[in-house]
């Protein structure tokens, strides 16, 4: 058994030593449950409904049990003495010095200035607003993840770029002396190609940092540690053009955005509160009832030393007809708040119509990029097809073999550049919106 366990656990490090190979889908998925904040978030919408229910426990009938013993003091009896007809003392109540009390009350609210059945409407407001507001942590969580995941994606592949640069510029060197030895090319030849692989080698540097960094931020936006051996799976990255109404948009982003469904029920929580507030100019009507277990009863007279039960029900009426301003005090907050949520809603409007204008702008650039960059990178590659040729046969200089090379590294680079903005534009626009990215 012993044995089992080791080589499970020896199994389970060698597992995570090694690369992991993730997709968006399952990088998302691991992220999701992994994530700190949605932990933080699902706690609150626990809590909400938490309060939902301790908000309609009021409406209901309360049920209470008390129970108490008291050791009272001596005392003379109770007795009557009439000489000289009674001429001894008839005891009419005897002292009991052990009480045994036993209380068990029913309290049902029949009206309370609506404030209860406002406090109720206001929880469940508040938990409607903590429901939204966790799916829209969920849906930023996912946008982090995305994000890292693409920032990932490109600069693996600016750093493959650089690696593939180098290999052609050894190349060029390799000829170069080549073409040095037999007469062919001169020594500032290969000092320029031997100055341009050094140049690369420090960018190939800069790059592996930079790819170091970005699978460390990856590990992190989606729980593993940060030193994590992880890989990614992009797939194939297809660009489509779309074509979106600004208008239908921004009336998609209105309605769907977890933000503003937050904030409106927010403030119809924050106007139930006002009326909650408001109650206390009202009278408080309750049904009550008792049930007594008592030793002696004092209901029961002459007292007797053992438990007698009784009962008593009825209504109770409460007014509070002055407390200092109070009550007022209290509406006029619960009325600010109100106020505030309001603003704060139609300022959370503004900004979400220029967030999905902006970013259906951008998702319109980053398409138009990518088909430039892709006719970018193929008008490099037959720049230095040509001057590779015309440099074999020693046409040209290597002067114009590095600026092709160079010309060729930033069309490739600017189009995987432009292709992981397309992605992440698209993203941005469908999360601006209101859309699940998850």
């Given at each position: 058994?012993?044995?089992?366990?080791?080589?499970?656990?020896?199994?389970?490090?060698?597992?995570?030593?090694?690369?992991?190979?993730?997709?968006?889908?399952?990088?998302?998925e691991?992220?999701?449950?992994?994530?700190?904040?949605?932990?933080?978030?699902?706690?609150?919408?626990?809590?909400?409904?938490?309060?939902v229910?301790?908000?309609?426990?009021?409406?209901?009938?309360?049920?209470?049990?008390?129970?108490?013993?008291?050791?009272?003091?001596?005392?003379?009896?109770?007795?009557?003495?009439?000489?000289?007809i009674?001429?001894k003392?008839?005891?009419?109540?005897?002292?009991?010095?052990?009480?045994?009390?036993?209380?068990?009350?029913?309290?049902?609210?029949l009206?309370?200035?609506?404030?209860?059945?406002s406090?109720?409407?206001?929880?469940?407001?508040?938990?409607?607003a903590?429901?939204?507001e966790?799916?829209?942590?969920?849906?930023?969580?996912?946008?982090?993840?995305?994000?890292?995941?693409?920032?990932?994606?490109?600069?693996?592949?600016?750093?493959?770029?650089l690696?593939?640069?180098?290999?052609?510029?050894?190349?060029?060197?390799?000829d170069?002396k080549?073409f040095e030895?037999?007469?062919?090319?001169?020594?500032?030849?290969?000092?320029?190609?031997?100055?341009?692989?050094s140049?690369?080698?420090?960018?190939?540097i800069?790059?592996?940092?930079?790819?170091?960094?970005?699978?460390?931020?990856?590990?992190?936006?989606?729980?593993l540690?940060?030193?994590?051996?992880?890989?990614?799976?992009?797939?194939?990255?297809?660009?489509?053009?779309?074509s979106?109404?600004?208008?239908?948009?921004?009336?998609?982003?209105?309605?769907?955005?977890?933000?503003l469904?937050?904030?409106?029920?927010?403030?119809?929580?924050?106007?139930?509160?006002?009326?909650?507030?408001?109650?206390?100019?009202?009278?408080?009507?309750?049904?009550?009832?008792?049930?007594?277990?008592?030793?002696?009863?004092?209901?029961?007279?002459p007292?007797?030393?053992?438990?007698?039960?009784?009962?008593?029900?009825?209504?109770?009426?409460?007014?509070?007809?002055?407390?200092?301003?109070?009550?007022?005090?209290?509406?006029?907050?619960?009325?600010?708040?109100?106020?505030?949520?309001?603003?704060?809603?139609?300022?959370?409007?503004?900004a979400?119509?220029?967030?999905?204008?902006?970013?259906?702008?951008?998702?319109?650039?980053?398409?138009d990029?990518?088909?430039?960059?892709?006719?970018?990178?193929?008008?490099?590659?037959?720049?230095?097809?040509?001057?590779?040729?015309?440099?074999?046969?020693?046409?040209?200089?290597?002067?114009?073999?590095?600026?092709?090379?160079?010309?060729?590294?930033?069309?490739?680079?600017?189009?995987?550049?432009?292709?992981?903005?397309?992605?992440?534009?698209?993203?941005?626009?469908?999360?601006?919106?209101?859309?699940?990215?998850?």
């Open positions: 058994m012993k044995k089992t366990i080791v080589l499970f656990l020896i199994s389970t490090v060698c597992l995570f030593a090694q690369a992991q190979k993730l997709t968006l889908k399952e990088s998302l691991i992220g999701m449950k992994n994530s700190k904040e949605l932990k933080i978030s699902h706690s609150k919408l626990v809590s909400a409904s938490a309060q229910t301790a908000a309609n426990s009021y409406l209901l009938p309360q049920l209470n049990f008390s129970a108490g013993y008291m050791r009272l003091s001596n005392i003379p009896p109770f007795q009557v003495f009439i000489p000289p009674i001429p003392p008839i005891t009419i109540s005897p002292v009991i010095l052990d009480d045994w009390t036993m209380k068990l009350s029913l309290q049902q609210p009206f309370t200035g609506f404030r209860l059945t406090l109720s409407s206001a929880a469940k407001y508040n938990y409607d903590a429901e939204s966790f799916k829209n942590d969920k849906n930023n969580e996912a946008m982090k993840i995305q994000s890292a995941f693409w920032n990932y994606y490109k600069a693996e592949q600016n750093d493959k770029v690696d593939e640069n180098l290999l052609q510029i050894k190349q060029h060197l390799d170069t080549s030895a037999n007469g062919l090319a001169t020594q500032n030849d290969l000092l320029k190609l031997e100055v341009q692989y140049s690369t080698k420090l960018q190939k800069e790059a592996d940092n930079n790819l170091d960094i970005a699978r460390m931020v990856f590990n992190q936006a989606i729980g540690p940060i030193d994590a051996k992880t890989e990614i799976e992009p797939g194939e990255i297809s660009t489509e053009q779309v979106y109404n600004p208008e239908d948009l921004l009336n998609e982003a209105i309605s769907k955005r977890g933000e469904k937050s904030l409106q029920y927010r403030v119809d929580a924050s106007d139930k509160s006002v009326t909650a507030s408001e109650a206390a100019w009202f009278p408080s009507v309750y049904l009550v009832g008792d049930y007594y277990y008592s030793k002696p009863n004092q209901r029961y007279l007292a007797v030393n053992e438990f007698k039960n009784t009962w008593d029900v009825g209504f109770q009426l409460s007014w509070s007809l002055w407390n200092w301003g109070y009550t007022s005090s209290q509406t006029t907050i619960a009325e600010q708040n109100k106020i505030q949520t309001e603003t704060s809603l139609s300022e959370m409007k503004d979400v119509n220029i967030e999905v204008y902006q970013n259906y702008l951008t998702f319109k650039r980053a398409f990029k990518v088909n430039v960059a892709k006719l970018g990178v193929k008008q490099a590659e037959e720049n230095y097809r040509m001057i590779k040729e015309k440099y074999n046969t020693q046409v040209a200089s290597s002067t114009d073999l590095i600026d092709a090379e160079t010309a060729l590294l930033s069309a490739k680079t600017n189009y995987v550049n432009s292709l992981v903005d397309y992605e992440l534009a698209k993203v941005r626009l469908d999360k601006s919106i209101g859309k699940n990215i998850y």
